[in-house]
């Protein structure tokens, strides 16, 4: 019988936890009521969205008034930046602000909305990065000037791990009256979110990447912020997101995050354990590998290495025929890889960043796992080097 599979792309998605699909169940059969009518099956869909916004609110140190429920990251991103260029172009009538600030290591549901902006008649501002993959902070001092509607800086990377010094640029945002924006969807339940303690104006997270289903996730938008919407037809979200809600989801949800949050601590260090191991193991025996990002303070579920000599289609397809599950920083594009914009952006040479492999650990990761994938690496990059005629 075969080994069992091995699952190490936690950073793509995350498996349902158990309590979240029980929490779920009764809201697709016998509580199944659209909270927005009136009679008794929608008044209890109704208590239940209420409570679950309450719940979601408390895990991100907020208000439940200040939680948007969104599909997930991507609308999470678009309505908030979008949602803010817009609403600052129609209240100034093209005479105020002007400016929108990213940059280049963005997922790319940020890196289209800010392009999106600019077609509007935003002008895009990119910051500058480090070789580390860390924002370059006299770069965010020189672009963060007070014709800027929004910035958006992603605070854990979803290729590289890199944390990034949220509470650092929304606090120099905040002093120049700049909208901040953060993709937290790697980051929630990996690292602090605290609303209260980090003066961010808007935050997107996604319930897949922590045991919620897929499609279902929130944005937090401090009170005060003013939001053009994506969508028109109802009333719902304050009017931020119209549409019936899914129930069930969000008790799915908010279960997610209190479940994350309950073992973010144990389970993070676990995580940093396995991920060290597998890091200083593969380094051991691939001496020439390049792991990105490793000067930089990361989160502990991602390591991104690149074997010069490889490429990373190849190794992923060899990995996938052992068993063994990962993803890469790189995207086949019309019949070429090309290198993650990401690796580009921190000045990787085309070469080493069309090779690298995201290895991302989670709630299914263990000893065993790690031990399985360095007894089957050193062979598949062997192969790998000298089907490439480099070993």
């Known amino acids: 019988m075969p080994p069992a599979p091995i699952y190490l792309d936690h950073a793509a998605t995350t498996p349902v936890r158990p309590e979240v699909l029980e929490a779920m169940l009764p ?11 009136t009679h008794r099956w929608g008044r209890e869909a109704r208590a239940a969205i209420d409570t679950a916004r309450e719940r979601i609110a408390a895990c991100l140190g907020a208000h439940a008034d200040e939680i948007c429920l969104t599909s997930g990251g991507t609308e999470g991103d678009n309505l908030a930046i979008l949602g803010a260029w817009r609403a600052e172009r129609s209240a100034a009538r093209g005479a105020g602000r002007q400016a929108v600030v990213t940059s280049p290591t963005e997922h790319k549901a940020v890196l289209a909305s800010m392009h999106q902006a600019a077609r509007e008649g935003a002008e895009e501002r990119m910051l500058g990065i480090e070789p580390s993959g860390l924002i370059a902070m006299d770069s965010a001092r020189t672009l963060m000037r007070d014709d800027v509607v929004i910035a958006s800086v992603m605070w854990v990377n979803n290729e590289t791990g890199v944390i990034q010094p949220v509470a650092e640029l929304a606090a120099l945002c905040k002093e ?13 339940g990996k690292i602090d979110i605290d609303a209260k303690a980090t003066p961010f104006d808007l935050l997107s997270v996604s319930g897949h990447k922590f045991g919620a289903p897929k499609a279902i996730g929130a944005m937090y938008v401090r009170r005060g912020t003013v939001l053009a919407p994506l969508f028109f037809g109802g009333t719902q979200d304050r009017g931020r997101r119209p549409g019936t809600e899914n129930v069930p989801m969000v008790i799915g949800l908010a279960t997610a995050m209190e479940s994350a949050l309950a073992g973010r601590d144990r389970e993070g260090a676990r995580l940093r354990v396995l991920r060290e191991r597998l890091e200083q193991s593969l ?13 930089a303070p990361r989160a502990p579920h991602i390591l991104n290495c690149s074997v010069p000599g490889t490429d990373s289609e190849s190794m992923l397809m060899a990995l996938d025929l052992q068993g063994i599950a990962a993803s890469s920083g790189s995207a086949c594009q019309s019949g070429s890889v090309t290198p993650s914009h990401v690796l580009s952006a921190m000045g990787v040479r085309a070469d080493i960043g069309s090779a690298a492999l995201r290895f991302s650990l989670g709630a299914l990761s263990t000893d065993e796992h790690v031990d399985r994938l360095l007894e089957h690496f050193p062979a598949l990059i062997a192969k790998a080097r000298g089907m490439a005629g480099k070993f």
């Open 27 to 37: 809201y697709f059969s016998a509580k199944f009521g659209n909270a927005s009518s």
């Open 176 to 188: 120049r009256g700049v909208l901040f924006h953060t993709d937290a969807v790697q980051a929630f």
């Open 283 to 295: 380094l051991a025996v691939v001496p020439d590998a390049v792991v990105h990002g490793r000067e």
